[in-house]
């Protein structure tokens, strides 16, 4: 069973999976952002405190030293005050050192100097109690000593700043790496994501779009195809349906069509003959009155004849049971004896039919003589139908090139009523009929049907170029043909 992901599941699954993208980068630049602070905060708050405490260890020794000896030689007091504020200094700084926790691990050396300071303060005490004034507080030795393991942990503790600020530096640029890749990848599926529904509502939609147009262009209704399972899926599946329906319809209309005109077309027959018969008097004499109406009903009867004829023709065409016999025909003369035939249907409305040919072009050309004969009379046909009295119709011939081949370019120009831009598409369908003229002229509108399927037979194309109230200008193309 397919599963229906509609187009607004489509959206909140990638609305969805960009938002994973941007609050996961946003979640990962706060945990190196945070990381970032706490070792800026240990270096600032701790290493670089041990280290200032740490120079004032050894200042304070060196001071302590020197009022040392300055009390030893000149037996001032103000040198032991001296030395008291400085022993003081030391224990200060030393204890800050030992609160801000530096060292760690079993051999902690600010440890290991407080137990010296303590033995050694303890020691002088105790001396001083015994009344030996002239023991020194500390020994340079000592002192030196002191010095020296100061210097290493405080070495010690600049190799720690400078590792902390390199990975300080690290977790910076691991930062702005996973920032530039979140922001990096949100653009990316932003980008492909829109893309993607775009395309996955454009192309159903342009398919859409060209299943309509051929139906309204040519009628057909061929199946469109669109490969997805959301709301166009269903809208191409109804689209399909009505094309298949449409299809079936046409087809039991043409049947059925094909059917009647082949089950009329022989009492038809046997009723003009009749009808011939009597106007001709073999039955008997007849008078005037009734000739003029066996004329009119010979007239009439002529007219569904030939609404049959094209019936059965249009059908034939749709079929594809029509053969195109081409043959080598004069353009003169094509041209010519299709308006010579229509010249008293064009003098009764005091019309003019004028030909232009253009030059250079090659008197002969390929194609069938009867049908295109027909698709010239059809088109001459509808220009004197609809131009109005003491008009002037063109027929023109010219030739086109085109990227694939050279073609003949056959145009009938009339001054008539012209076409609506809505309805120019629809021209060429069955029975359509302009809605100006509905009610005006005769017609069932196959005529230019039945000339799109001719045209199309021989290769080219037909068309009209109309501007309302100015006239109309139906062309069809021919390939040209070397044989």
Avoid at 353 to 368: K, L, V, W
Avoid at 373 to 400: D, M
Avoid at 422 to 438: D, I, P, W
Wanted: net charge negative.
């Amino acid at each position: 069973m397919r599963i229906r992901v509609g187009i607004l599941a489509k959206l909140f699954a990638w609305y969805l999976l960009a938002c994973l993208i941007f609050y996961g980068t946003i979640l990962s630049l706060f945990v190196h952002i945070k990381e970032l602070g706490r070792i800026s905060e240990d270096i600032a708050n701790r290493n670089y405190r041990i280290s200032t405490a740490s120079k004032k260890m050894i200042d304070t020794l060196w001071w302590m030293a020197e009022n040392q000896k300055k009390y030893d030689l000149l037996k001032k007091e103000e040198y032991k005050q001296y030395f008291a504020e400085g022993q003081r200094e030391y224990e200060s700084n030393l204890f800050e050192i030992l609160w801000l926790g530096a060292g760690g691990g079993a051999e902690n050396p600010w440890e290991g100097l407080w137990r010296e300071y303590q033995e050694n303060s303890a020691s002088v005490k105790e001396q001083a109690d015994a009344e030996h004034p002239d023991v020194p507080w500390l020994k340079e030795e000592l002192i030196n000593e002191w010095v020296e393991k100061i210097q290493k942990a405080r070495a010690a503790n600049e190799q720690q700043i400078e590792s902390m600020v390199k990975r300080l530096e690290g977790e910076g640029r691991i930062a702005v790496e996973w920032g530039v890749v979140g922001v990096s990848a949100s653009l990316v599926i932003g980008l492909f994501g829109v893309i993607g529904l775009s395309l996955g509502m454009i192309r159903p939609l342009h398919e859409l779009r060209r299943g309509i147009k051929s139906v309204s262009r040519s009628g057909v209704t061929a199946p469109i195809r669109i490969h997805s399972n959301d709301e166009f899926g269903e809208l191409a599946g109804a689209f399909n349906d009505m094309a298949t329906r449409i299809t079936e319809e046409e087809r039991m209309r043409s049947d059925f069509i094909s059917m009647l005109s082949h089950e009329i077309r022989t009492p038809l027959t046997s009723i003009r003959e009749s009808v011939n018969l009597i106007a001709e008097e073999v039955m008997g004499a007849i008078n005037e009155k009734q000739r003029r109406f066996l004329l009119i009903a010979s007239t009439e009867l002529e007219r569904i004849t030939t609404l049959l004829n094209h019936l059965m023709q249009i059908s034939r065409l749709e079929a594809g049971a029509v053969e195109i016999h081409l043959r080598a025909m004069d353009l003169g003369e094509f041209v010519q004896g299709a308006i010579s035939r229509l010249i008293p249907v064009a003098e009764a409305k005091d019309i003019s039919i004028r030909s232009q040919i253009a030059s250079g072009i090659a008197p002969q050309f390929f194609g069938d003589p009867d049908n295109l004969q027909q698709v010239l009379l059809n088109l001459l046909g509808n220009a004197i139908k609809f131009s109005p009295y003491g008009s002037e119709i063109l027929v023109s011939v010219r030739k086109e090139d085109s990227a694939k081949a050279p073609f003949l370019m056959f145009s009938v120009t009339d001054t008539g009523p012209g076409i609506p831009d809505a309805e120019q598409s629809l021209v060429f369908h069955k029975y359509y009929r302009a809605s100006g003229v509905r009610d005006e002229v005769d017609g069932v509108g196959l005529g230019l049907s039945i000339s799109k399927h001719i045209v199309e037979a021989h290769g080219g194309e037909i068309g009209v170029s109309s501007v309302p109230g100015e006239g109309s200008t139906f062309s069809f193309t021919l390939p040209l043909r070397k044989e």
